[in-house]
């Protein structure tokens, strides 16, 4: 079946730091891939998507490139903020999913520091 | 208007009440959802609507009842629950069932006691 594995956390930066959050699927055919953004006592945002190969998702300085030689779908931003602490969850919806079922990864802790 | 509104908010309810959450969107999307988020975990699927039809339902016991009255609305009903039901209750919604992406509400946190 799918799954979806991200690096384990938590992340702790500091402000201003480079940001990479590891994420790789398993899954047949090309699934659409997402990131989530879940901030303290909320529901979780969509971050940002793609769904195809190379196809690059971007939103709020946060970057993901789709890449189907090495199945993975890592989040990145140059320069992170206080603000950005939350927790992220990778997902995907697999070509032979019935019905948007998502498959989410288990969600990686991020903590800035100012 | 992009929001999945759900109330309440936060539900304290004893094992013994019947309570409701009750989950709305105005955005034309068809498909609707039902996640169960226990706490540093993701959210996990209870339940599909599928053009108001239930399509999925992933072996959630009974007494947990979901209800879509209409295109925008998506209830779940809640009676004789558990201490370990307590959790972060998620409504979301998609445009359809099809690969496109889900927008999810804020939650109900919901305390069995």
């Known amino acids: 079946g799918d799954s979806v594995t991200q690096m384990e956390g938590p992340v702790t930066l500091s402000e201003e730091a480079f940001l990479t959050i590891n994420c790789t699927y398993t899954a047949t055919g090309y699934p659409s891939l997402f990131w989530y953004v879940q901030y303290p006592g909320e529901g979780l945002q969509l971050l940002l998507k793609a769904t195809k190969a190379d196809d690059k998702g971007s939103n709020k300085g946060f970057e993901a490139t789709y890449r189907k030689e090495t199945t993975s779908f890592h989040l990145e931003k140059g320069s992170v903020q206080v603000s950005d602490s939350a927790v992220y969850f990778c997902?995907?919806?697999?070509?032979?999913?019935?019905?948007?079922?998502?498959?989410f990864g288990q969600g990686t802790i991020l903590t800035v520091h100012p | 208007d992009t929001e999945v509104t759900q109330t309440p908010k936060h539900l304290v309810m004893g094992m013994t009440n019947k309570k409701s959450l009750k989950c709305e969107q105005h955005m034309g999307h068809r498909a609707m959802y039902w996640y169960k988020q226990k706490a540093k975990k993701p959210p996990e699927l209870m339940f599909v609507y599928s053009y108001e039809k239930l399509s999925i339902n992933e072996s959630v016991p009974s007494r947990f009842s979901p209800e879509c009255p209409n295109s925008s609305l998506l209830n779940l009903h809640l009676h004789a629950l558990q201490p370990e039901d307590s959790a972060l209750y998620l409504c979301?919604?998609?445009?359809?069932?099809?690969?496109?992406?889900?927008?999810f509400g804020q939650g109900t946190r919901l305390t069995v006691v």
């Open positions: 979301a919604s998609s445009l359809d069932s099809q690969n496109t992406e889900a927008f």
């Open positions: 997902a995907l919806i697999g070509v032979d999913t019935s019905y948007g079922k998502l498959t």
